[in-house]
């Protein structure tokens, strides 16, 4: 067998490591999410290849799922917390870069809105994707909004809403993070069931999500190499 053949193999016998490792997360079984961890290090798969290609896969995968009506909260949670069990083995692998590169956000839920299930659900998938998450919960003030963005220095500053009389104080945050020294280069992501694409771009928003999957996806161009400090395009 030629160097190029056995090349050729261990790259096909790799990427079936990752599939079934992904499979595993979207499954949210944990056990064996930690046995193919395992069995990717000992492969020689490079972390941040077991973490991009294999974890964050099915992540993604099973965010489009969810989106689809495919699958449910409660597998959404399992597969979180299958991926939280093998981030414990696979982090001393990996450096900070590594695991902290995609960049920091603060979320929250709006004033007089006590709903978080659409706001957990796009914490879970914004970690699971590389970002650290800071949830200030729901019933947010503006001013804890604010005093965040200055605290913090995020990135990316996500605002939920499912209610639509809350909608105003979405605009409130917007506009006082915009006024703030802190918040002129933050990058403002809002969603949930009220918000439209044409409300994002009335209140000055950077990018809309419907849901967990679109909101990750705005979420990585926003803080895309070359994207900071230009005006997102909210679709």
Do not use: W
Not at 79 to 104: C, D, N, V
Not at 179 to 189: C, D, Q, R, T
């Amino acid at each position: 067998m030629s160097i190029a053949e056995v090349k050729i193999n261990k790259i096909a016998a790799n990427e079936i490591i990752l599939q079934q490792l992904a499979s595993s997360v979207i499954s949210g079984n944990q056990s064996r999410v930690k046995k193919e961890i395992n069995h990717a290090l000992h492969a020689g798969i490079p972390a941040c290849t077991i973490l991009n290609e294999g974890m964050i896969r099915g992540m993604t995968v099973l965010g489009r799922m969810f989106r689809d009506n495919e699958v449910y909260v409660p597998q959404v949670i399992m597969a979180a917390q299958a991926m939280e069990a093998g981030l414990k083995i696979l982090k001393p692998f990996l450096s900070e870069f590594h695991l902290s590169y995609r960049g920091k956000v603060v979320i929250g839920t709006i004033q007089y809105d006590i709903h978080d299930l659409g706001k957990n659900i796009v914490g879970i998938f914004l970690e699971s994707s590389g970002f650290k998450v800071l949830d200030l919960g729901v019933d947010v003030p503006t001013e804890s909004f604010v005093r965040a963005v200055e605290k913090e220095r995020p990135d990316l500053l996500a605002i939920c809403a499912m209610m639509t009389t809350t909608l105003p104080y979405m605009q409130e945050v917007v506009e006082a993070v915009r006024s703030s020294p802190a918040g002129k280069g933050v990058k403002i992501l809002v969603g949930g069931l009220p918000v439209t694409p044409r409300f994002a771009r009335s209140i000055g928003a950077d990018a809309y999500g419907v849901d967990a999957d679109s909101g990750v996806k705005q979420a990585l161009k926003l803080i895309k190499k070359g994207h900071i400090g230009k005006k997102a395009q909210v679709r």
